[in-house]
């Protein structure tokens, strides 16, 4: 097992955990590990999910792998055999990882973020896939930026602060039109960020920069949670929206063309 750090978490990892930081030291929050996890009784099964309740729950990637969060601190990944090692991983990041993340009361948005030089706060941008939030962060990096998080976004309210963090080790540039037509282009440790307080957001969009007001930051939230089936399907959804509002009221929600600086 390797030590890295992603989502603010120390991870002991069996599989690469490629945009995690290496230069760490245990212990251990979480581990993720290669076997099969003990059969359990289901109580909703929402296909790719399976949850028993929010301490056990999986979900199956069809002619790959299952992947099963025990206790939120524990990843199985139970992979067929002459599974393609950097599709495992690649599910591992984009979905079991931002799970646990959720069932330890987290929240989980689809942005990039990153902290400008002479700033301690990160600033991020909310978007869909092929929305230019990468494109953002490579240009963040060129004017010196510390990468925070490239496309998931983990926020920590740590005593009414919001903590930002993801895996700062670089980002992943499309080349082609599919969702697996992407490189990894990393970034030397002084440029990564392990976590750091979030400033402001902004929902990628064409028109002029507008701070959201009211509940208008709210549903941006809302609307650019990461895999949002999963806080629903393991009942956490009420204090997601108090911890959510939360944000809204303690972050700068944008919408428009993203700011390069805490606001």
């Known amino acids: 097992m390797t030590l890295v750090r992603g989502f603010g978490l120390v991870i ?6 490629h945009g995690a930081m290496t230069d760490v030291a245990g212990p251990a929050a979480i581990s993720v590990e290669l076997g099969s996890a003990r059969p359990w009784q289901v109580v909703v099964d929402d296909p790719p999910y399976r949850v028993a309740s929010v301490d056990r729950f999986d979900f199956t990637v069809p002619g ?5 969060c025990i206790d939120r601190r524990r ?5 067929l055999p002459g599974a393609d090692a950097a599709h495992v991983s690649e599910m591992l990041i984009a979905t079991a990882l931002p799970a646990l993340c959720w069932a330890r009361g987290g929240i989980v948005l689809h942005a990039a973020a990153a902290v400008f030089p002479g700033f301690e706060a990160a600033v991020a941008v909310a978007g869909p896939s092929g929305s230019g939030k990468s494109t953002w962060l490579a240009a963040a990096v060129r004017e010196g930026a510390r990468v925070v998080a490239d496309d998931a976004l983990h926020l ?3 005593d009414g602060q919001f903590m930002a963090s993801g895996l700062p080790g670089g980002w992943f540039r499309r080349y082609g039109p599919r969702d697996h ?3 990894f282009c990393p970034v030397p440790p002084d440029r990564q960020c392990a976590a750091a307080p979030l400033e402001a957001i902004t929902v990628l969009d064409d028109g002029p920069v507008r701070k959201l007001q009211g509940t208008e930051g709210l549903t941006a939230l809302l609307q650019f949670r990461h895999r949002p089936r999963i806080p629903r399907l393991l009942g956490l959804e009420a204090g997601l929206l108090a911890d959510l509002g939360m944000a809204a009221q303690s972050v700068a929600v944008l919408r428009g063309q993203p700011v390069n600086q805490p606001v």
């Not at 002991?12 to 955990?17: G, L, N, P």
């Not at 790959?64 to 099963?68: G, K, N, P």
């Not at 990843?75 to 992979?79: E, N």
């Open 156 to 158: 920590q309210n740590v």
């Open 181 to 183: 037509e992407r490189e």
């Open 75 to 79: 990843i199985v990944v139970d992979a």
């Open 12 to 17: 002991q990892s069996d599989i690469a955990v």
């Open 64 to 68: 790959l792998a299952r992947y099963s």
